[in-house]
């Protein structure tokens, strides 16, 4: 039923795709009745050709989509080689799914020392033995990203550790598909975006100073993004669709005083997901903009796939977490398992291949990594502007 629900979505998906008239390509390849994609990516390759058709200036992103695979380089490059020292990456979330995935991919290269920032300690901890981290390899430490005061905490835990900081991933997030009424952070702000984008935000622009500081060769800031947040796919038209409008809910506060969305409409979680999402692709960018060429960061974003059956979908009816996976698996094809995801997002980490900045990274079927286009909206960078200095404020940092 969850999914039959999902799929009686399809109709208005259809529509609304064709009212846009940039999926008709995609769309006709695609069986949407017998649900034959044979794979996410193919479609999100497609529809992109099919702007770039009807729209020949279609590069409003902050670069064109290259679908050159680079597959993962195990040569290390002169620049590797300078030091010997093993690199230090903080995770956010990897007490489960791709946060945990990725914190022990890297510690397994036997390289990294994986700081896994978690809101639940005991958890965590209990995570890293079930997978076999060795306790050399990681150190768990205390992170709420739904409170502001924690996120300072972390960061003055984090600095009088004296430990660098070389790499700076935010995956935590939370998913609120079925609540009726929103709830907030510890400051009042929705708690999606309160914790996918308010709280990691903080986070980023206090690190940044830190990842300056590392010698690591090199430096980089990545930040989860999805394919539900880009309405250039079929995934990110099915609704509800992500749409910041003006912000107007997000600048007079998200509190529920006079909206908790950030376009200022009714409350819906699913859609405040996605509005997370579309402000982490976008504060990649922005952060690109203006801090890559003066610090030699590289700010990176990735979809990893539809990794169906993590703790993200915990608040969904069990109907659906039941038929979720299997419709990824087999029908859009677009499921990876938490393994293959982490070991996607422990490339973008470590990969030399995947060192450069301002890039929304994908995979196609065979694993290889490829430079995705963002959607018009998540590429926006006026939106990207204005969305930075509104979060500056609510995070007390204007
Ligand atoms: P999980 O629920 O397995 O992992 C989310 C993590 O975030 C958990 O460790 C959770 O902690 C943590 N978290 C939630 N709230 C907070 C908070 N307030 N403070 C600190 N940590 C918090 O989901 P996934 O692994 O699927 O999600 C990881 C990332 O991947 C997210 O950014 C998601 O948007 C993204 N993503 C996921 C996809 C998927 O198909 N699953 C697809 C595309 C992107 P705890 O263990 O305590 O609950
Ligand atoms: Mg989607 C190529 C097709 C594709 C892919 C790759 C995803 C990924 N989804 C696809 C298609 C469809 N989904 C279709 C055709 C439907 C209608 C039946 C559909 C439905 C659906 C639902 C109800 N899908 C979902 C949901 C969720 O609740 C998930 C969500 O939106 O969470 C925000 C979800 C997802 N689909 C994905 C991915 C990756 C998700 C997980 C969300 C994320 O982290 O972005």
């Known amino acids: 039923m969850a999914l039959q629900a999902a799929y009686s979505l399809l109709p208005s998906t259809t529509a609304s795709i064709h009212k846009e008239g940039r999926f008709s390509a995609s769309l006709k390849e695609t069986t949407l009745t017998s649900f034959s994609f044979s794979n996410n990516l193919r479609s999100d390759k497609i529809s992109i050709k099919e702007q770039r058709r009807q729209n020949p200036r279609f590069s409003t992103g902050i670069r064109a989509q290259t679908v050159t695979a680079t597959p993962p380089s195990n040569e290390a490059s002169p620049e590797q080689k300078k030091t010997q020292r093993k690199g230090t990456a903080v995770i956010t979330g990897a ?50 990203l739904a409170s502001l005061e924690s996120v ?22 939370v ?44 430096k980089r800031m990545i930040i989860v993004g999805s394919i539900t947040g880009n309405t250039n796919t079929l995934a990110g038209n099915v609704p509800p669709k992500a749409n910041l409008g003006d912000l107007r809910g997000l600048a007079s506060g998200l509190n529920g005083q006079n909206s908790s969305m950030i376009d200022g409409g009714e409350y819906d979680g699913a ?44 608040e969904h009816v069990p109907l659906f977490r ?36 301002g890039v929304y990274w994908s995979w196609n079927n065979n694993s290889s990594s490829f430079e995705n286009q963002l959607s018009k909206e998540a590429s926006d960078a006026e939106k990207a502007k204005k969305l930075w200095e509104v979060s500056e404020k609510l995070v007390g940092l204007a």
């Open 95 to 144: 007490s489960s799914g791709l946060g945990l995935a990725t914190a022990k991919a890297l510690a397994d290269t036997g390289k990294w020392h994986v700081i896994m920032a978690c809101r639940n300690f005991l958890k965590a901890e209990k995570a890293a033995k079930t997978v076999g981290m060795s306790k050399e390899d990681y150190t768990v430490m205390h992170l709420d």
């Open 152 to 173: 300072k905490q972390f960061v003055d835990n984090y600095r009088r550790t004296e430990r660098p900081l070389d790499v700076l991933v935010c995956n935590a997030a």
């Open 175 to 218: 998913y609120q598909p079925t609540a009726k009424e929103p709830s907030f952070t510890a400051e009042g702000f929705e708690l999606s975006v309160g914790t996918n984008h308010l709280g990691h935000f903080l986070l980023s622009k206090l690190l940044l100073d830190d990842l300056k500081k590392s010698d690591y060769p090199s």
């Open 271 to 314: 859609k405040a997901y996605k509005d997370s999402k579309v402000c982490n692709m976008l504060t990649m960018q922005e952060l690109h903009r203006r801090y890559h060429e003066e610090t030699g960061v590289t700010f990176a974003s990735l979809y990893p796939g539809c990794i169906a059956t993590t703790g993200l979908f915990r």
């Open 322 to 357: 039941l038929l979720f996976p299997p419709f990824q698996k087999y029908i859009t094809k677009g499921y990876v398992s938490e393994e293959e995801a982490g070991k996607r997002l422990a490339q973008v980490v470590s990969d030399p291949s995947l060192g450069k900045s």
